[in-house]
């Protein structure tokens, strides 16, 4: 007798916000962004280059850098909670 097959689809549900009416970010001049670190290797060497290259050449204010502890599990809320002031969150891949 076969067993029961569970899929599960990993797809974000449609964003119900239409496209119009999103914030959109017109320069980085002046931003603050995020990055969340999926603790794959060398993804925190990426994002160091990456806030050096958006400080320096396209004024961003400041970059936030947080590290889940594993590629496997969802970011904790407090990551969450320490990036939402941020105009532009990134989250990253590395290996």
Do not use: W
Not at 41 to 66: C, E
Not at 67 to 80: L, N, W
């Amino acid at each position: 007798m076969p067993g029961t097959i569970v899929l599960l689809d990993p797809t974000a549900p449609p964003d119900q916000i239409p496209a119009e009416t999103r914030p959109q970010i017109t320069s980085l001049a002046g931003a603050v962004v995020g990055f969340i670190d999926n603790a794959k290797p060398n993804f925190d060497h990426l994002v160091d280059d990456l806030a050096k290259l958006l400080t320096s050449r396209y004024g961003v204010k400041q970059v936030i850098k947080r590290r889940k502890r594993s590629a496997s599990v969802p970011a904790p809320d407090a990551i969450f909670d320490d990036l939402e002031h941020c105009d532009l969150v990134i989250a990253g891949s590395g290996d």
